[in-house]
T-cell receptor
Framework: NAGVTQTPKFRILKIGQSMTLQCTQD?????MYWYRQDPGMGLKLIYY???????DKGEVPNGYNVSRSTTEDFPLRLELAAPSQTSVYFC?????????????????FGNGTRLTVT | LAKTTQPVSMDSYEGQEVNITCSHN???????ITWYQQFPSQGPRFIIQ???TKVTNEVASLFIPADRKSSTLSLPRVSLSDTAVYYC????????????FGAGTTVTVRA
């Protein structure tokens, strides 16, 4: 059981290049999320998904795109990379609160992708 | 979503108890309080969650007063490995789970 796996761990992009950050989870979680964390700051939600085929914007979606074709995978696409997108990107997943549960399902995070745009 | 306020940083020594208080004055009836821990170069890790009174697990305790406008994470007998950033999140059930993390509290444990 690997949990949430993110690739690559590190990447340097030139301004204007594009790339896809990969995220996969093996816990059969319906909910998946992408966050970014700038140095010394908290995590900001970019996009999230409540199930395959369903995605929605978070707090800072501009410059990013996502897709969710399977339960396991939730890739994040950066088009036309800019220096402002230099950050650490975290993917997370969680269960839904169905089946009689009344707790707030905790997030399971990957170890992040450190992206530098120069 | 309820706004939270927590101290920016706290210092402690090995073996001491660390208490981090989070204020959430506009917490809603169906909101839960969740704490995460983040080590450098890692993603946050779930520590504990509660709704009211006291919750305890093998890592920490969470104290929530009756009015639920604040909560306190208690780390007993900390060690150097407890040096991390601790985040307090307040939010409803997963159907509305769009939370962003604040800056958290940086806890530094010294020998």
């Amino acid at each position: 059981n690997a949990g949430v796996t993110q690739t690559p761990k590190f990447r340097i992009l030139k301004i204007g290049q594009s790339m896809t950050l990969q995220c996969t989870q093996d816990m059969n979680h319906n909910y998946m999320y992408w966050y970014r964390q700038d140095p010394g700051m908290g995590l900001k939600l970019i996009y999230y998904s409540v199930g395959a085929g369903i995605t929605d914007k978070g707090e800072v979606p501009n410059g990013y795109n996502v897709s969710r074709s399977t339960t396991e995978d939730f890739p994040l696409r950066l088009e036309l990379a800019a220096p402002s997108q230099t950050s650490v990107y975290f993917c997370a997943s969680s269960e839904t609160g169905t089946g009689g549960r009344s707790y707030n399902s905790p997030l399971h995070f990957g170890n992040g992708t450190r992206l530098t745009v120069t | 979503l309820a706004k939270t306020t927590q101290p920016v940083s706290m210092d402690s020594y090995e073996g001491q108890e660390v208490n981090i208080t989070c204020s959430h004055n506009n917490i809603a009836t169906n909101d839960y309080i969740t704490w995460y821990q983040q080590f450098p170069s890692q993603g946050p890790r779930f520590i504990i969650q509660g709704y009211k009174t006291k919750v305890t697990n093998e890592v920490a305790s969470l104290f929530i007063p009756a009015d639920r406008k604040s909560s306190t994470l208690s780390l007993p007998r900390v060690s150097l490995s407890d040096t991390a950033v601790y985040y307090c999140l307040v939010g409803p059930l997963p159907n509305d789970y769009k939370l962003s993390f604040g800056a958290g509290t940086t806890v530094t444990v010294r020998a």
